[in-house]
Antibody, heavy 122, light 111 residues
């Protein structure tokens, strides 16, 4: 059974850097075809994809946020870390991490964490 | 950038009746593999999104067969043959051909 859990600060100040950790179980990020993504959702609004990292360390970023995002993995800890710089109140959202297997469900994110709400306010 | 649109944005449905959601992209989602890189998700109230359909028409594991995806090129449709109360939530389409973008969502509610 695949599980993912997001963790990190619930409140950050404007201009600060946000660091979120996705801790997962039930799969390995060393397995071919596996990836972990970050997706966010402002309150009452739609989903927005942020970043994706694959088993081979290939990294993809949202073009509109690429300059502010860094995604990395620690396979020994089963974790994926997302950093977002220069936080703004508009970045207030629930941040989800999600699993993808190119072999099983192709482009689909078939398992999601519960999400963590991050509020940006001074 | 590929932009996704959905219609309707709000969909009231009587239980037992069918429902249909349209999703359009600004360019074809056909991958060189021959598959369309279009997924459908349902986000039930207070929950994380769940994958319903991948590759435009492939049902994910555990998804009831009343959910069906179809379409090609830039036009895709999610159909629910008989809506049940548990189907309430927001439905999103997502393209994964170039980068990843979600549609604005369609809120399905029970009449």
């Amino acid at each position: 059974q695949i599980t993912l859990r997001e963790s990190g600060p619930t409140l950050v100040k404007p201009t600060q850097t946000l660091t979120l950790t996705c801790t997962f179980s039930g799969f390995s990020l060393t397995t071919a075809g596996v990836g972990v993504a970050w997706v966010r959702q402002p309150p009452g609004k739609a989903l927005e994809w942020l970043a994706l990292i694959y088993w081979d360390d290939d990294k993809l970023y949202s073009p509109s946020l690429k300059s502010r995002l860094t995604i990395n993995k620690d396979t020994s800890k089963n974790q994926v870390v997302l950093t977002m710089t220069n936080m703004d109140p508009l970045d207030t959202a629930t941040y989800f991490c999600a699993h993808r297997s190119l072999i099983v469900t192709a482009t689909g994110f078939d398992s999601w964490g519960r999400g963590t709400l991050v509020t940006v306010s001074s | 950038d590929i932009v996704m649109t959905q219609s309707p944005l709000s969909l009231p449905v009587i239980p037992g009746e069918p429902a249909s959601i349209s999703c359009r992209s600004t360019q074809s989602l056909l991958h060189r593999s021959g598959f369309f890189h279009l997924d459908w998700y349902l986000q039930k109230p207070g929950q994380s999104p769940q994958l319903l359909i991948f590759w435009a028409s492939h049902r994910a594991s555990g998804v009831p067969d009343r959910f069906n995806g179809s379409g090609s090129g830039t036009d895709f449709t999610l159909k629910i043959s008989r809506v049940e109360a548990e189907d309430v939530g927001v439905y999103y389409c997502m393209q994964a051909l170039e980068s990843i973008t979600f549609g604005p969502g369609t809120r399905l509610e029970i009449k």
